[in-house]
C-alpha cells in the first residue's frame, strides 16, 4: 500500500468511524464505512480497522484508479467512492473535468485529469459532490453531516496544495 492510499484512508476512516446500524440509514449496520448492504456476508460488527482498510484499498482505491492520481485527487476520489460508490464519483470527476460522463475511468479521464491542475479539480469535483447530495432525499436528515464532511474535505484539499 502507497503513503498516499495510507494519508487518503486515514482521513476517510477519521470521517467513517466505527459500527453504527442506524434504522434510517439505506447503508443499514455499517462499520468504518463499510455496510452490510454492500458486504452482505461480513460479520460488519466485529470488522476491525485493518479489515476495512484492506476493502477500502482493494475494492475501491485501485478500483476507482486513486493510485494514478496525485495525492489530493486520489483522496477526492476515494473519499466520495466510499459515500457514493465508484461510478458516480468517476461522473462528479469527469463533470468536474468537461470529459464524458459515462463512470468508466479510462484514458480520456486519466489525461484530463493530469492535465488540470489540482486545485481546479478539487473545487470543481467537490462542487459536482455537494450538487449531487444535497437532492438525495436523505439530505434532511444526514445532510448537515455530509456538508460538515465536504467542509472538512476542502480543508484537507487546502493542506494538499
Same mark, same amino acid.
Given at each position: 500500500?502507497?503513503?498516499?492510499? @495510507?494519508?487518503? $484512508?486515514?482521513?476517510?476512516? !477519521?470521517?467513517?468511524?466505527?459500527?453504527?446500524?442506524?434504522?434510517?440509514?439505506? !447503508?443499514?449496520?455499517?462499520? &468504518? !464505512?463499510?455496510?452490510?448492504?454492500?458486504?452482505?456476508?461480513?460479520?460488519?460488527?466485529?470488522?476491525?480497522?485493518?479489515? =476495512? $482498510?484492506?476493502?477500502?484499498? *482493494?475494492?475501491? &482505491?485501485?478500483? /476507482?484508479?486513486?493510485?494514478?492520481?496525485?495525492? !489530493? /485527487?486520489?483522496?477526492? @476520489?476515494?473519499?466520495?467512492?466510499?459515500?457514493?460508490?465508484?461510478?458516480?464519483?468517476?461522473?462528479? /470527476?469527469?463533470? =468536474?473535468?468537461?470529459?464524458?460522463?459515462?463512470?468508466?475511468?479510462?484514458?480520456?479521464?486519466?489525461?484530463?485529469?493530469?492535465?488540470?491542475?489540482?486545485?481546479?479539480?478539487?473545487?470543481?469535483?467537490?462542487?459536482?459532490?455537494?450538487?449531487?447530495?444535497? *437532492?438525495? *432525499?436523505? &439530505?434532511?436528515?444526514?445532510?448537515?453531516? &455530509?456538508?460538515?464532511? $465536504? =467542509?472538512?474535505?476542502?480543508?484537507?484539499? =487546502?493542506?494538499?496544495?
Amino acid at each position: 500500500m502507497s503513503v498516499n492510499f @495510507l494519508k487518503a $484512508i486515514n482521513r476517510v476512516l !477519521g470521517h467513517e468511524g466505527g459500527y453504527v446500524n442506524d434504522p434510517k440509514d439505506p !447503508g443499514g449496520e455499517t462499520n &468504518w !464505512g463499510i455496510s452490510k448492504r454492500s458486504y452482505p456476508s461480513l460479520d460488519i460488527k466485529n470488522l476491525t480497522r485493518n479489515q =476495512a $482498510i484492506s476493502i477500502y484499498y *482493494k475494492d475501491f &482505491w485501485l478500483k /476507482a484508479h486513486c493510485e494514478e492520481l496525485s495525492d !489530493g /485527487a486520489g483522496y477526492q @476520489l476515494l473519499d466520495s467512492a466510499v459515500n457514493s460508490g465508484i461510478s458516480q464519483s468517476i461522473r462528479f /470527476a469527469q463533470r =468536474a473535468l468537461g470529459v464524458s460522463d459515462d463512470g468508466i475511468f479510462g484514458p480520456h479521464t486519466l489525461e484530463a485529469m493530469r492535465s488540470t491542475s489540482e486545485p481546479k479539480f478539487i473545487m470543481l469535483f467537490l462542487a459536482e459532490r455537494l450538487d449531487f447530495i444535497r *437532492k438525495l *432525499k436523505m &439530505w434532511p436528515r444526514f445532510g448537515s453531516g &455530509w456538508a460538515g464532511r $465536504i =467542509a472538512q474535505i476542502l480543508r484537507f484539499g =487546502a493542506e494538499d496544495l
